[in-house]
């Protein structure tokens, strides 16, 4: 059974920064692709970044430039960096894994975490 556990969510001001991580168990964790979603109250949920075994990236158009991911396959963990935060990047972010599809569709996940509550304050 594979496990993500979310971490490293708060309050921050706007232009502020945090990092989330996501903690993996129960599966070859560097053979996995891994990604960030987020979702806002009273939206659905969107896709921020992905990367794959490799460490190759791929960002949603309105977070490129200030989010990185990365991942510590020693760790079995999956990192977001945030940088120069806005309020309108307020939601719960998740950390997902085993996607069947295409890698910024929530559906083709298999995986979820419990989610980490991040509130930017304008």
């Known amino acids: 059974q594979v496990q993500l556990v979310e971490s490293g969510g708060g309050l921050v001001q706007a232009g502020g920064s945090l990092r989330l991580s996501c903690a993996a168990s129960?599966?070859?964790?560097?053979?996995?692709?891994m990604g960030w979603f987020r979702q806002a109250r009273g939206k659905e949920r969107e896709f921020v970044a992905t990367?794959?075994?490799?460490?190759?990236?791929y960002y949603a158009a309105s977070v490129k430039g200030r989010f990185t991911v990365s991942r510590d396959n020693a760790k079995n963990t999956v990192y977001l960096q945030m940088n120069s935060l806005k309020p309108e990047d307020t939601a719960v972010y998740y950390c997902?894994?085993?996607?069947?599809?295409?890698?910024?569709?929530?559906?083709?996940?298999?995986?979820w975490g419990q989610g980490t509550q991040v509130t930017v304050a304008s």
């Open positions: 990367i794959s075994w490799s460490s190759s990236t």
């Open positions: 997902a894994t085993d996607p069947r599809g295409s890698l910024s569709y929530p559906g083709s996940y298999s995986y």
């Open positions: 129960g599966r070859t964790f560097s053979n996995s692709i």
